[in-house]
């Protein structure tokens, strides 16, 4: 719920780190739920879009984290190895990829789609859910044209600003939660 405290949550990220939510207190954490197998995440990773957002707001301290909540044998699951793979294929920088094959994070978040963005302040609220911006499309093309509602609420939140859109209608392929 927006302007509560992000529910708390450990995952392994690819690498077999584990990460606590609660570890980041006192950082905005980014929330990106991700399937590369969908169009609409292709788009943004086809475009460079989501690795320039994620490596603009790690030089401004912001913390990224890729989500991954396929579950085995559907479309966007890896394995920690296939995840790395990936990320350095793309050209990704997240600070970790966070690996939720039993959909545990996802569902207590209520992930719908990849991407599904999540952004949590300093003081460990949630200040935004929604979309990536407002152009519902798998063309790269719309890229540039969108109100990118991520970046706009990560300056708004860094300049210690309230977040204006705190909402947005979330779009992208469903997340491939375990049945």
């Not at 509560?4 to 949550?9: E, G, L, Q, S, T």
């Not at 301290?61 to 909540?69: D, N, T």
Request: aromatic share 8%; charged share 25%.
């Amino acid at each position: 719920e927006i302007g509560k405290a992000a529910p708390d949550f450990t995952l392994p990220d690819s690498n077999g780190k584990s990460h606590a939510l609660s570890d980041y207190k006192g950082k905005v954490v980014v929330l990106e739920w991700l399937n590369h197998g969908c169009p609409f995440v292709k788009k943004h990773y086809g475009s460079g879009n989501m690795q320039a957002l994620q490596k603009a707001y790690a030089e401004k301290g912001v913390i990224w984290f890729s989500v991954i909540s396929s579950a085995p044998g559907k479309q966007g699951y890896c394995t920690p190895e296939q995840a790395n793979e990936i990320t350095k294929d793309k050209n990704a920088a997240p600070s970790a990829v966070l690996l939720d094959p039993e959909g545990s994070v996802g569902k207590l978040y209520g992930a719908k789609t990849t991407p599904h963005m999540f952004i949590i302040s300093k003081e460990g609220a949630l200040v935004y859910n929604g979309g990536i911006d407002d152009i519902r499309s798998t063309d790269v093309e719309d890229v540039a044209k969108a109100k990118n509602y991520v970046r706009i609420a990560l300056d708004e939140l860094l300049a210690g600003k309230e977040v204006t859109e705190k909402t947005s209608q979330p779009y992208g392929c469903s997340v491939k939660y375990k049945d």
